[in-house]
Nanobody, 121 residues
Framework: VQLQASGGGLVQSGDSLRLSCAASGRTYITGWFRQVPGKEREFLAAVIWDAGRTYYADSVTGRFTVSGNNAWNTLYLQLNSLKPEDTAVYYC??????????????????WGQGTQVTVSS
């Protein structure tokens, strides 16, 4: 499975962005993570497609929302009320089978190339 993340950019504090993660095929779980230099990859949100279950990190609940298309091969991440501390490279990840809890980066077999989000104050 190949993943293509897009939608990042330079925005101002308080603005919104929508990121897209397009997969070359159906997946079991698709998630979003972000990473800043020198820190571990941080879980943001994920969806288990056939169960229709979504998971969010506490740090983004209420500001970030995931949604998907009917073909289960594109996952969107809506970023609202962006803050400078949201600046990071955002990655999407997926797996075709259950490898572990969705919040763990180790549970994903496939990763996209990342898209940069920069929020200015």
């Amino acid at each position: 499975v190949q993943l293509q993340a897009s939608g990042g950019g330079l925005v101002q504090s308080g603005d919104s962005l929508r990121l897209s993660c397009a997969a070359s095929g159906r997946t079991y779980i698709t998630g979003w993570f972000r990473q800043v230099p020198g820190k571990e990859r941080e879980f943001l949100a994920a969806v288990i497609w056939d169960a229709g279950r979504t998971y969010y990190a506490d740090s983004v609940t209420g500001r970030f929302t995931v949604s998907g298309n009917n073909a289960w091969n594109t996952l969107y991440l809506q970023l609202n009320s962006l803050k400078p501390e949201d600046t990071a490279v955002y990655y999407c990840a997926a797996t075709g089978e259950y490898l572990g809890v969705p919040r763990s980066a180790k549970s994903y077999a496939y990763w996209g190339q990342g898209t940069q989000v920069t929020v200015s104050s």
